[in-house]
Structures are given as C-alpha cells and as structure tokens.
C-alpha cells in the first residue's frame, strides 16, 4: 500500500525545509547548466541559495495569495515528515496555472511523484478554480513525463526538446472519476486478477463532454462469478446517484469477462455497458478500430498488461469493418433526427475514409479534419458545423437551429457516403 501524503502551507519558521532542499546538489541536479538571470543560482549545481534574510519577501509573495498563487510542502503523512514542495501560479496571458514539484533526491523512486502532483491538481481545480495547469521540461525526463502522463495531463506540444503537458478542469475531473471506476471495479474482482483499460478518445485526447464515450475495457484471469456480474451491472447508476451531478460515470461503456473467452471468443460470463444500457450477457469481442486503438493507444490502468496475446488487425480486417459502417450509413441514415449523434455519421464516414487510406486508426476529430484538408468531402460546410459543434458540445445543448439542421443532414450524409463507396471500391485488399 502506498504512503498516504498531505499538503502542508509552511509556517514562517518553517522555511528552513525550503532553504535546505534548494542547497542540496542531488535534489536540484535536474536544474544545472541553464543560462538562468538571477544572482542566487548556481548554474554547475543548480542550487539557488535562500538566505534568512529573503524569506519574509518571498513568504509575502507567495503565501496567502490565492488563487493568484499556492506554495506548499508535501508531507508523509505516517510520520510528518516533508518531502518536497509544490506551488501553482496563474499564468493570465496563457489562461492556466503553470506549476512546480520538487521531491528531495532521498525520497524519489518511491512512488511519492504522482501522489503529491495528484494532491495539487486537487487543489488548484477544486479549490482555487483552476480551467488548466501547465508544465514543461525537458524530453529525456521520462521518469517526470511518466508521472505526468499517469496523473491525467496530455502533451500540449513539444519544441526545442521541451516538452509541454497540459490538464484541463475537464480532464481533471474526468480522470478522478476513471480513477473512482477503476478502485471500484479491481476491489470487486480483487480475486479475478483483473486488468483494466482504457483506450478510445480518452487516450485519443478526443474525449468531448456530452457526445463521446469513456470505453474500458477489464480482463480477468478467472471467471467473474453471477454475485460479481450483478454487483458490477448497475455500477455506472450506482456511483451517478452517490455523486449528483457528476456527468461522467454513465458515459463509460464496455465489456467484462475472461482474457481467455475475450480471446477465444468462448461463452462466458460478460458484464456489458452501452450507450442505450447495460446487461450481464455471455460474449463480448471488440471490431478491428477498436482492437488497433487498444494496442496502439491504450493505456493499463490496473493489474498486469495481457496485450502481447492479442493479435493488431490487418488492413482486410479494418477494410471489412468500414464496410460495415458504410453499409450501416446506407441503411441507416438516409433520414436524420434532432441529435448530435446525427453528425456521427459524418465522422464515421471520415475515419472510415482515413482508415482505407492509411491502414490504420486516428480520432474521429483528427478524421475529419484530414478529410477536410484533403478536400474529400461534397458537403464539408455540414462537416465544418460538425466539426464545431464536436469541439464544444455542452455550448450547444440547447441550441435548436442545431437540432433543426441536424434532422436535415440525411442527404448530406448520403452525398459523402457516396466518396466512401468510391474509396471501398478502388481499395486494395
């Protein structure tokens, strides 16, 4: 079991802590041979001296300040021990928080890193109203890049061999209630040894509140017994109801049961969740864009990674299932209603597109603006509106020109499925 640890704003009198880890060489070695422009660092260390005679300008500078700025310790909580510092302050021009973590030299590798970034990403979200945080450092930090990566931030962008990572309020909470999931769901089947994932637009930085889904996806070694299933099956309800208002617990979807049936395709005791609702049933197999993005993508959040068993999908395969979309798109969506879900069919018509045309899978976000870049689409101003529309789906939740156009789009659809049709009949299989 992990440590437990705490956040800690200092004392006056208890910046001594802060003084001895920024003149100790280990702990400030990642900071050495930068052309930094003030007196009080020393660039073949990367300590920065903190003198007595400084802390009360910076203790008023960076103390109390919130929510322009936070600066704590992070403590062990089983003996109160510190460990190391974490701080936030509001970058205006940028419209996020750019952050700060050290962890004294002697108590890295224990797994201390992503507790205490978690425990600030806490604070700055849900106590001074943070929209994003931001941080950067170089790309051979693969160890702080990890920690990152695990606590929910995405890769904003990358230059120069500096790497910027991101985290918005949104991630945020959507990554505390994957965590809530996960805890819930591998207590359950503790005895199943359960691996778990996600994979989807949660790891295609695609995820978009009030239109896409949080696919999972959980393993097990041992057969899930009918008292497990019935506790799972309605789980989604059950933690909506213990936190009102949290959107994000109906959107997971997905299957439960055996690695060895989801490999056989055996019979088997499934837990099943989908969009329209959720049944305890006995196969369950994922099409060849979901497998190609659990491989690719997909991201263990529990127990030991089984994908070295599972075989990547061939182009005949991702071929056979964009056909079926198409054929889907023709039998379906010759006639549209007053939903989001009507514009589905435009990204699902681009990613099949991109898909026959590079052999493999991307975010129905990034489908559709390559379609758009390669002028693939008739009708890209429905596909532009989409577009828009995906990128902020709550702003239009009550817009009904929206809906008004979206029960329209039939034709347009049909116009672009013919491209689609074109594309399946030149492909080479």
């Known amino acids: 079991m992990k440590e437990s640890l705490y956040l800690h704003i200092p004392a006056y009198e208890e910046l001594w802590y802060r003084q001895k880890i920024m003149q100790d060489p280990d702990t400030m070695s990642y900071n050495k041979d930068y052309d930094l422009n003030f007196n009080d660092y020393d660039k073949a260390t990367g300590c920065i001296d903190f003198p007595k005679k400084k802390w009360a300008d910076w203790y008023t500078h960076f103390i109390g300040q919130e929510p322009h700025r936070f600066y704590a310790y992070i403590v062990r909580a089983s003996d109160g021990e510190f460990i190391g510092e974490v701080n936030v302050h509001r970058n205006v021009d940028a419209g996020w928080y750019e952050m700060g973590i050290v962890l004294e030299a002697k108590y890295r590798g224990k797994g201390y890193a992503e507790a205490a970034l978690r425990l600030l990403l806490q604070y700055a979200f849900e106590k001074i109203g943070a929209e994003a945080v931001h941080n950067e450092f170089e790309e051979e930090r693969s160890a702080a890049l990890q920690t990152h990566l695990s606590a929910g931030f995405t890769r904003y962008r990358q230059e120069n061999r500096i790497i910027e990572l991101l985290i918005t309020k949104e991630r945020y909470f959507r990554q505390k209630a994957t965590d809530c999931m996960t805890s819930v769901i591998s207590k359950v089947l503790a005895d199943n040894q359960p691996s778990i994932y996600l994979y989807g637009s949660s790891v295609l930085n695609d995820f978009r509140l009030g239109w896409s889904d949080i696919d999972i996806l959980v393993l097990t070694q041992k057969c899930i017994s009918q008292s497990q299933a019935q506790e799972l099956v309605m ?32 019979s088997n005791c499934v837990v099943y969740w ?156």
């Open 235 to 266: 789980l989604r309800q059950k933690l909506s109801e213990n936190e009102a208002g949290n959107p994000y617990y109906r959107s997971f979807e997905g299957g439960m049961l055996t690695l060895s049936a989801f490999i056989s395709q055996e």
């Open 274 to 429: 989908g969009t329209s609702g959720q049944r305890i049933t006995d196969i369950y197999q994922l099409d060849s864009f979901c497998m190609t993005e659990l491989l690719q993508n997909g991201q263990l959040l529990y127990g030991v990674d089984v994908r070295d068993q599972f075989k990547m999908p061939k182009y005949a395969d991702l071929y056979n299932d964009v056909k079926k979309h198409y054929e889907s798109i023709r039998k379906y969506a010759q006639t549209t209603d007053r939903s989001f879900y009507s514009f589905g069919w435009l990204f699902d018509i681009a990613r099949g597109l991109y898909t026959l045309r590079n052999g493999t899978v991307t975010s129905k976000t990034d489908a559709a603006q390559w379609v758009l870049n390669n002028n693939l689409c008739p009708v890209a101003d429905a596909l532009e509106v989409a577009l828009e529309i995906r990128k902020n789906p709550m702003a239009y939740r009550n817009n009904s020109e929206i809906f008004n156009y979206a029960e329209t789009l039939g034709s347009a659809i049909q116009r672009f499925a013919d491209v689609l049709e074109k594309e399946l009949g030149s492909a080479i299989i």
